[in-house]
T-cell receptor
Framework: NAGVTQTPKFRILKIGQSMTLQCTQD?????MYWYRQDPGMGLKLIYY???????DKGEVPNGYNVSRSTTEDFPLRLELAAPSQTSVYFC???????????????FGPGTRLTVL | AQTVTQSQPEMSVQEAETVTLSCTYD???????LFWYKQPPSRQMILVIR??????QNATENRFSVNFQKAAKSFSLKISDSQLGDAAMYFC?????????????FGTGTRLKVLA
């Protein structure tokens, strides 16, 4: 299994441009997450999904959109990029854990995005 | 609201020595999970250890162990026989169940330096 893969690894955008960060997992996990990590900070949840066709906002959703048409893929769309969106973006997935399940988040390698 | 606090921005340890990283959290829930993640320079997030709040026994994974004090809401990570490969950022995380979905809250991280 490849686990969680993200593309691209690096990207530079100009203010106002748009782009899509790709995330794919091959573990048949139903939970998927997008986080951003600003320098010297922990991870902040942008959006998450509990299954195909179901998404919801996290702590910092403004300026982003997501879709989940398949179990495997969870792309993150940036519309009208702004310098404040300069960050490292992590995608993660986990299996559904009801009650005292032992799900663990599996992270992708991250995408470093710079908006100039 | 749940919060996770890591009060040590940076720690240093001599190779082969033991180091303890601190984490405190705030919650009104009684059943939850706590995690320590390692983020090496490659930026990938790697699960180090997991603790279930309902378990009295402290979790252990090889050289890594935790000191879980539920009443004090403290969750420290002890690394024994430190190795150069342990140098990384370490994040403490709390997993909560909200609106039927598991979400993770991360601390701001502790940078661990291992001195040869």
């Amino acid at each position: 299994n490849a686990g969680v893969t993200q593309t691209p690894k690096f990207r530079i955008l100009k203010i106002g441009q748009s782009m899509t960060l790709q995330c794919t997992q091959d573990m048949n996990h139903n939970y998927m997450y997008w986080y951003r990590q600003d320098p010297g900070m922990g991870l902040k949840l942008i959006y998450y999904s509990v299954g195909a066709g179901i998404t919801d906002k996290g702590e910092v959703p403004n300026g982003y959109n997501v879709s989940r048409s398949t179990t495997e893929d969870f792309p993150l769309r940036l519309e009208l990029a702004a310098p404040s969106q300069t960050s490292v973006y992590f995608c993660a997935s986990s299996s559904l854990a009801g009650g005292r399940g032992t799900d663990t988040q599996y992270f992708g390698p991250g995408t470093r995005l710079t908006v100039l | 609201a749940q919060t996770v606090t890591q009060s040590q921005p940076e720690m240093s340890v001599q190779e082969a020595e033991t180091v303890t990283l601190s984490c405190t959290y705030d919650t009104s829930e009684s059943d939850y999970y706590l995690f320590w993640y390692k983020q090496p320079p490659s930026r990938q997030m790697i699960l180090v250890i997991r603790q279930e709040a309902y378990k009295q026994q402290n979790a252990t994974e090889n050289r890594f162990s935790v000191n879980f004090q539920k009443a004090a809401k403290s969750f420290s990570l002890k690394i024994s026989d430190s190795q150069l490969g342990d140098a990384a950022m370490y994040f403490c995380a709390y997993r909560r169940l909200t609106s039927g979905t598991y979400k993770y809250i991360f601390g701001t991280g502790t940078r661990l330096k291992v001195l040869a």
